[in-house]
Protein backbone atom coordinates (compact mmCIF):
# COMPACT_ATOMS: atom_id res chain seq x y z
CA UNK A 1 0.00 0.00 0.00
CA UNK A 2 1.17 3.25 -0.78
CA UNK A 3 0.30 6.45 0.46
CA UNK A 4 0.76 10.35 -0.93
CA UNK A 5 1.35 12.62 1.98
CA UNK A 6 1.09 16.14 0.64
CA UNK A 7 2.13 19.59 2.29
CA UNK A 8 1.15 23.12 0.93
CA UNK A 9 2.67 26.41 1.38
CA UNK A 10 4.63 27.47 4.06
CA UNK A 11 4.85 23.78 5.49
CA UNK A 12 8.61 23.35 5.11
CA UNK A 13 8.71 26.38 7.62
CA UNK A 14 7.61 23.93 10.29
CA UNK A 15 10.05 24.73 13.21
CA UNK A 16 10.20 28.45 12.41
CA UNK A 17 6.62 29.96 11.70
CA UNK A 18 4.76 31.21 14.45
CA UNK A 19 6.12 28.15 16.58
CA UNK A 20 3.30 29.25 18.82
CA UNK A 21 0.70 28.14 16.81
CA UNK A 22 2.32 25.31 15.05
CA UNK A 23 5.03 24.17 17.02
CA UNK A 24 9.02 23.60 17.54
CA UNK A 25 8.87 20.70 15.63
CA UNK A 26 10.66 21.30 11.76
CA UNK A 27 9.25 19.98 8.78
CA UNK A 28 12.42 17.42 8.85
CA UNK A 29 11.30 16.10 12.04
CA UNK A 30 7.57 15.82 10.30
CA UNK A 31 9.42 13.74 7.62
CA UNK A 32 11.12 11.28 10.13
CA UNK A 33 8.00 11.18 11.63
CA UNK A 34 5.77 10.13 8.30
CA UNK A 35 8.51 7.51 7.70
CA UNK A 36 9.25 5.96 11.09
CA UNK A 37 5.18 5.14 11.31
CA UNK A 38 5.23 3.89 8.19
CA UNK A 39 7.30 1.34 8.35
CA UNK A 40 5.80 0.46 11.62
CA UNK A 41 2.69 0.12 10.24
CA UNK A 42 3.94 -1.68 6.83
CA UNK A 43 2.85 0.59 4.49
CA UNK A 44 4.84 2.86 1.75
CA UNK A 45 4.76 6.79 1.63
CA UNK A 46 6.08 9.22 -0.66
CA UNK A 47 6.14 13.04 1.33
CA UNK A 48 6.03 16.21 -1.07
CA UNK A 49 5.52 19.62 -0.39
CA UNK A 50 5.47 22.55 -2.63
CA UNK A 51 4.57 26.13 -2.05
CA UNK A 52 2.81 26.21 -5.57
CA UNK A 53 -0.86 25.66 -6.34
CA UNK A 54 -0.44 23.78 -9.60
CA UNK A 55 2.07 21.84 -8.29
CA UNK A 56 0.03 20.28 -5.97
CA UNK A 57 -2.61 19.49 -8.45
CA UNK A 58 -0.33 17.53 -10.45
CA UNK A 59 1.17 15.71 -7.71
CA UNK A 60 -2.42 15.09 -6.94
CA UNK A 61 -3.17 13.81 -9.85
CA UNK A 62 -0.25 11.15 -9.88
CA UNK A 63 -1.87 9.75 -7.33
CA UNK A 64 -4.54 8.53 -9.98
CA UNK A 65 -1.73 5.78 -11.46
CA UNK A 66 0.71 5.81 -8.32
CA UNK A 67 -0.63 5.62 -4.82
CA UNK A 68 -3.61 4.23 -2.72
CA UNK A 69 -4.97 7.18 -0.88
CA UNK A 70 -4.11 10.72 -0.21
CA UNK A 71 -3.25 12.51 3.72
CA UNK A 72 -3.12 16.21 2.51
CA UNK A 73 -2.75 19.38 4.30
CA UNK A 74 -3.18 21.85 1.58
CA UNK A 75 -1.95 24.67 4.59
CA UNK A 76 -3.69 28.40 2.92
CA UNK A 77 -4.77 26.43 -0.20
CA UNK A 78 -7.42 24.78 2.04
CA UNK A 79 -9.36 28.07 2.44
CA UNK A 80 -9.07 29.18 -1.39
CA UNK A 81 -8.20 26.08 -4.13
CA UNK A 82 -11.14 24.77 -6.07
CA UNK A 83 -8.12 23.28 -7.92
CA UNK A 84 -7.47 21.36 -5.68
CA UNK A 85 -10.93 19.97 -4.41
CA UNK A 86 -11.28 19.60 -8.16
CA UNK A 87 -8.25 17.22 -8.49
CA UNK A 88 -8.87 14.99 -5.26
CA UNK A 89 -12.30 14.55 -7.14
CA UNK A 90 -10.74 13.37 -9.95
CA UNK A 91 -8.34 11.10 -9.11
CA UNK A 92 -11.40 9.63 -6.77
CA UNK A 93 -8.61 8.22 -4.05
CA UNK A 94 -9.46 7.93 -0.56
CA UNK A 95 -8.89 11.39 1.14
CA UNK A 96 -8.08 12.94 4.55
CA UNK A 97 -7.31 16.27 5.57
CA UNK A 98 -4.95 17.48 8.18
CA UNK A 99 -4.24 20.92 10.20
CA UNK A 100 -1.76 21.15 12.33
CA UNK A 101 -3.64 23.79 14.21
CA UNK A 102 -6.83 23.78 15.73
CA UNK A 103 -8.72 26.11 12.55
CA UNK A 104 -12.11 25.82 13.72
CA UNK A 105 -10.91 28.21 16.74
CA UNK A 106 -8.83 30.30 14.40
CA UNK A 107 -10.25 33.16 12.05
CA UNK A 108 -13.40 33.28 10.15
CA UNK A 109 -11.42 33.20 6.93
CA UNK A 110 -9.65 29.43 8.15
CA UNK A 111 -13.25 28.00 8.78
CA UNK A 112 -14.23 27.25 4.76
CA UNK A 113 -12.29 24.41 3.53
CA UNK A 114 -13.12 23.09 -0.20
CA UNK A 115 -11.21 19.90 -0.01
CA UNK A 116 -12.94 19.04 2.94
CA UNK A 117 -16.45 18.66 0.55
CA UNK A 118 -14.80 15.14 -0.64
CA UNK A 119 -12.54 13.88 1.96
CA UNK A 120 -13.12 11.00 4.48
CA UNK A 121 -11.69 12.78 7.06
CA UNK A 122 -10.64 15.96 8.97
CA UNK A 123 -8.32 15.46 11.40
CA UNK A 124 -7.25 19.43 13.00
CA UNK A 125 -5.51 20.44 16.07
CA UNK A 126 -3.68 16.95 16.92
CA UNK A 127 -0.14 18.71 15.59
CA UNK A 128 2.09 16.22 14.00
CA UNK A 129 0.33 13.04 15.32
CA UNK A 130 -2.74 14.18 12.88
CA UNK A 131 -0.33 12.68 9.94
CA UNK A 132 0.06 9.57 11.88
CA UNK A 133 -3.78 9.35 12.45
CA UNK A 134 -4.77 9.89 9.16
CA UNK A 135 -2.18 7.48 7.83
CA UNK A 136 -3.49 5.13 10.16
CA UNK A 137 -7.14 5.39 9.26
CA UNK A 138 -6.39 5.59 5.37
CA UNK A 139 -4.66 1.90 6.05
CA UNK A 140 -8.13 0.92 7.61
CA UNK A 141 -10.11 2.03 4.94
CA UNK A 142 -8.39 0.26 1.77
CA UNK A 143 -7.69 -2.79 3.60
CA UNK A 144 -11.48 -3.51 4.06
CA UNK A 145 -12.11 -1.70 0.23
C1 LIG B 1 -2.78 24.85 8.46
C2 LIG B 1 -3.89 25.86 8.78
C3 LIG B 1 -4.07 26.84 7.64
O1 LIG B 1 -5.09 27.76 7.94
C4 LIG B 1 -2.79 27.62 7.40
O2 LIG B 1 -2.92 28.47 6.30
C5 LIG B 1 -1.59 26.74 7.28
C6 LIG B 1 -1.49 25.54 8.09
C7 LIG B 1 -2.50 23.91 9.65
O3 LIG B 1 -1.82 22.91 9.42
O4 LIG B 1 -2.89 24.19 10.78
O5 LIG B 1 -0.66 27.07 6.56
O6 LIG B 1 -3.21 24.05 7.38
Known amino acids: MRLLILNGPNLNMLGIREPDIYGRETYATL ?3 IEAHAKEIGIEVEIY ?10 KIQQAYYDFDGIVINPAAY ?4 VAILDAVKAVGKPCVEVHISD ?3 REDFRQISYVRLTVELTITG ?14 GEILNQ
Do not use: R
Not at 49 to 58: A, F, I, K, P, W
Not at 126 to 139: N, Q, R, S, T, V
Open 31 to 33: CEK
Open 49 to 58: QSNHEGDLVD
Open 78 to 81: THTS
Open 103 to 105: VSA
Open 126 to 139: HGIDGYLEAMDFLK
